[in-house]
């Protein structure tokens, strides 16, 4: 099978590219840049902006699916960058679909798309999206969720996959964040007893992208659906965050406070810093205080049943994996 994996360079990207490299597929990856990991895998890169109609066409003329990774992702920064690279870039992507009759669309969206900022328990895909949302992120996926599912038709089979905090070797993102964090003794977390949240290693999450793209014809179950995917392992923020810590051989978060204030001071200091336009991001963004002081865990029965998804390593296995890559003891993958 010939696929194109928009974002195959990026992290959740690399992982499917290399699963699907691995059983056969002949795969080629758009981003902005060129991958040496990919060149690795015999991966066919093509050099564009999903902004660029007439680039993304050309990626995709030849393909028979198409997983769709790429995204701006990020809690700061203008709502026009997200608006124009997660739903513009979309829309190119469909649109390129639909002109080179391409019959399979996998999209990674997120699960941040049903999160407007109150606890979310075990809830399912019939949780309807935020009618507010926290950042402009999470705005885009959700605009960007919604014109995949609406494109699923006769032509083209979408699917929409909600992978939570991804996390393994080779995160360029999290990790290196609270690590560098956690080094000059700037982490503090809002204490926030009882909430829970789910999260998902980065090998099961681009298996569900394997998966989807199985179980995707046209009026099977999954087309035109979203489905949540994470460890199915639901934990305090603290207790994954002190697991990531220890896998990068440093002690757990020591600094906590309170929930209530550290929303407070995210409002606000959100406020001044878009007042002052200061374009860097604020020390802690109100994205970044909801979901570290909220549960948010999900209910992935239906993954399950019309995917056949298990999350097959496990959250312990994972941060062995992570501790043994970060210790250099393994290449990306063990
Ligand atoms: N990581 C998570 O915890 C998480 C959670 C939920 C959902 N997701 C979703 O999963 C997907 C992958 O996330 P990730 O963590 O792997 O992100 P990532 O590492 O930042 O990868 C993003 C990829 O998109 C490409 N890209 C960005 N802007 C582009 C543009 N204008 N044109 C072409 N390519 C562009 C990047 O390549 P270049 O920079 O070279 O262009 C990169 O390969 C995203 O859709 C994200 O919304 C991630």
């Known amino acids: 099978m010939k696929v194109l994996v928009t974002g195959g360079g990026g992290f959740l990207g690399q992982a499917v590219c290399r699963l699907l ?6 795969v080629s990856a758009l981003n902005r840049r060129r991958y040496p990991a990919l060149a690795e895998l015999g991966v066919v890169q093509h050099a564009a902006d999903i902004r660029d109609q007439d680039a993304v066409r050309a990626a995709v003329t030849g393909c028979e699916a198409v997983v769709h990774c790429a995204a701006l992702a990020g809690l700061w920064g203008p709502a026009s960058a997200y608006r124009s690279t997660n739903v513009r870039g979309t829309a190119n992507v469909i649109d390129a679909c639909l002109r080179a009759g391409v019959a399979r669309l996998v999209h990674t969206s997120s699960p941040s798309v049903v999160h407007a900022g109150r606890d979310l328990e075990g809830v399912d895909e019939s949780a309807p999206y935020a009618r507010r949302f926290p950042a402009a992120y999470p705005a885009s996926k959700a605009g960007a969720e919604r014109l995949v599912l609406a494109a699923d038709g006769d032509r083209l089979a979408t699917v929409a996959l909600r992978p939570h905090l991804v996390w393994g070797p080779g995160d360029p993102h ?18 926030a007893p009882g909430k829970r949240v789910d999260t998902v290693y980065v090998d099961n999450a681009a298996e569900a992208h394997l998966l989807a793209l199985d179980a ?9 659906r979203a489905y949540f995917i994470t460890q199915g392992e639901p934990t305090t923020l603290a207790d994954w965050i002190d697991g990531l810590l220890a896998a990068a051989g440093l002690p757990p978060v020591a600094r906590r406070v309170p929930a209530r204030p550290a929303r407070l001071a995210a ?26 002081t909220t549960s948010h865990w999900f209910d992935i029965s239906a993954a399950r049943r019309d995917l056949g998804y298990e999350p097959r390593v496990s959250t312990a296995a994972g941060m062995g994996r992570l501790a043994a890559h970060l210790s250099g003891n393994t290449s990306r993958r063990p």
């Open 267 to 292: 409002t606000a200091v959100e406020y001044a810093y878009r007042l002052a336009r200061v374009r860097a991001a604020p020390p802690i963004t109100r994205m970044a205080a909801v979901q570290a």
């Open 174 to 191: 999290f990790l290196p964040h609270l690590a560098a964090k956690a080094r000059c003794g700037r982490l503090v977390l809002p204490h």
């Open 21 to 26: 490299a691995e059983r056969g597929e002949q």
């Open 216 to 224: 995707l014809t046209f009026g099977a179950p999954p087309a035109g």
